[in-house]
């Protein structure tokens, strides 16, 4: 009894001082994302911008994934990983200094943090496949679900943490610091990665090509029912709920009297979603994770496109 409950906790992973290492910095520099979010809209506002550009950053924000996740997916597949993930930590940090010295320099404006929004998803969307496979290859097959999992809830976690302390210090420090303050959690991220030593080389046989890969990843989908049921009633469910992320931010600045736009108001839900990722502790995980983490990739991006 005491052996199942061990395999079926949520917390296993972390006994792996790598994994363990990876988490906690995606919780640091998660938590540094969120604070970033509430400064974009607080910079939007006190730019002036119009409830159109306000709420156009959503749309940005998702239109990298709807454009790049699946062929970032076939890249996955043929480029190591690695390089992939510290690549983007680095263009993610880059973007992030960037705003905080046009800030401090007085030479930000609403047209460029929409640009800087869809840079940031366009790293977002070529390393999120890499970074599902990684969990792979960082950990056991006992342990796979359990770090799936705590995934999960550590951008439950930062996405709580995040903006309260957003909320909290951009009266205080003002909005370069939250700025530069992301692109230095991007560099811990970078150095996590880099200091990461793989247990297993990398298989030397030859790999498919882009579009070999991108046609499986496809066929995997069309010959999956359960699947094909998911991404139905996920692409339903974002249907619906898409327009609330875009037109929170606006209604918000326009209707609270609150002097700053600078607190989550989605901060209930996500309270709600770290709890249930907590309960599932006590439930056990589903069965059919793979050791081969290159697969469920089309899944993870067809998600990802439909929200």
């Not at 995040?162 to 939250?178: A, Q």
């Not at 606006?250 to 989550?264: E, G, Q, V």
């Not at 108001?265 to 059919?288: V, W, Y």
């Amino acid at each position: 009894m005491k052996e199942t409950s061990k395999k079926t906790s949520t917390w296993l992973a972390l006994r792996n001082p790598a994994f363990r290492k990876l988490w906690l910095a995606m919780v640091i520099s998660g938590s540094c994302i969120g604070a970033h979010n509430i400064a974009v809209y607080w910079a939007l506002h006190s730019l002036g911008a119009s409830t159109v550009l306000i709420s156009l950053m959503a749309t940005v924000s998702a239109l990298p994934s709807t454009l790049f996740t699946l062929p970032a997916g076939a890249i996955a597949d043929m480029v190591d990983r690695k390089k992939i993930l510290l690549a983007v930590q680095l263009w993610h940090a880059s973007v992030a200094i960037a705003l905080a010295i046009l800030w401090m320099a007085h030479l930000l404006n609403p047209y460029l943090i929409l640009a800087s929004a869809f840079l940031f998803s366009l790293g977002f969307a070529f390393s999120s496949p890499a970074q599902s496979a990684v969990f792979a290859e960082m950990v056991s097959s006992e342990e796979l679900a359990s770090a799936y999992t705590l995934g999960g809830l550590q951008m439950n976690i930062s996405g709580i943490i995040g903006p309260l302390l957003g909320g909290l210090l951009i009266p205080l420090v003002g909005v370069s610091f939250i700025f530069g303050g992301n692109g230095v959690g991007f560099l811990i991220m970078f150095l996590v990665i880099l200091g990461w030593q793989r247990l297993r080389t990398q298989s030397k046989l030859p790999l498919e090509n882009f579009f070999e890969s991108f046609t499986t990843a496809i066929r995997y989908v069309r010959y999956s029912p359960g699947i094909k049921i998911l991404l139905a009633r996920h692409a339903l469910f974002s249907f619906f709920i898409a327009i609330i992320p875009s037109l929170m931010p606006s209604w918000a600045s326009r209707n609270c009297t609150w002097k700053l736009p600078t607190w989550d108001i989605s901060l209930p839900a996500r309270l709600s979603a770290q709890s249930s990722a907590a309960l599932s502790s006590f439930r056990g995980h589903a069965p059919g994770f793979r050791r081969n983490a290159s697969r469920p990739w089309p899944i993870y991006c067809c998600c990802s496109t439909s929200v």
